[in-house]
Nanobody, 122 residues
Framework: QVQLVESGGGLVQPGGSLRLSCAASGSIFSIYNMGWYRQPPGKQRELVVV???????NYADSVKGRFTISRDNAKNTVYLQMNSLKPEDTAVYYC????????????????WGQGTLVTVSS
């Protein structure tokens, strides 16, 4: 069974930095897209950034220039480096992966992590 396990959330002051990690567990053969979404308090879930297996990225305008996504395909892990954090970045951050294939031939259309809370406050 494949799962996404996130880590790295927490409390940070405005202007600070955090790094989130998300690892896909299980016997993975391939994952097409991996990315991050977030859900601010009282709001709907929104895209933060997505990265393909080839390294193409798509960032939300609100995080361009501040957040950087990277991916280690050998480790089936995606990272989100968040710099110059603002109070409006406060949210539960969810890892997402789609078009997942395992070594045994199982396929998953889409998976979500459990979410990790990022709070930006002084």
């Amino acid at each position: 069974q494949v799962q996404l396990v996130e880590s790295g959330g927490g409390l940070v002051q405005p202007g600070g930095s955090l790094r989130l990690s998300c690892a896909a567990s299980g016997s993975i053969f391939s994952i097409y897209n991996m990315g991050w979404y977030r859900q601010p308090p009282g709001k709907q879930r929104e895209l933060v950034v997505v990265i393909t297996s080839g390294g193409s990225t798509n960032y939300a305008d609100s995080v361009k220039g501040r957040f950087t996504i990277s991916r280690d395909n050998a480790k089936n892990t995606v990272y989100l480096q968040m710099n110059s954090l603002k109070p409006e970045d406060t949210a539960v951050y969810y890892c997402n992966a789609d078009q997942i294939a395992t070594m045994s031939g199982d396929r998953y259309l889409e998976l979500w992590g459990q979410g990790t809370l990022v709070t930006v406050s002084s």
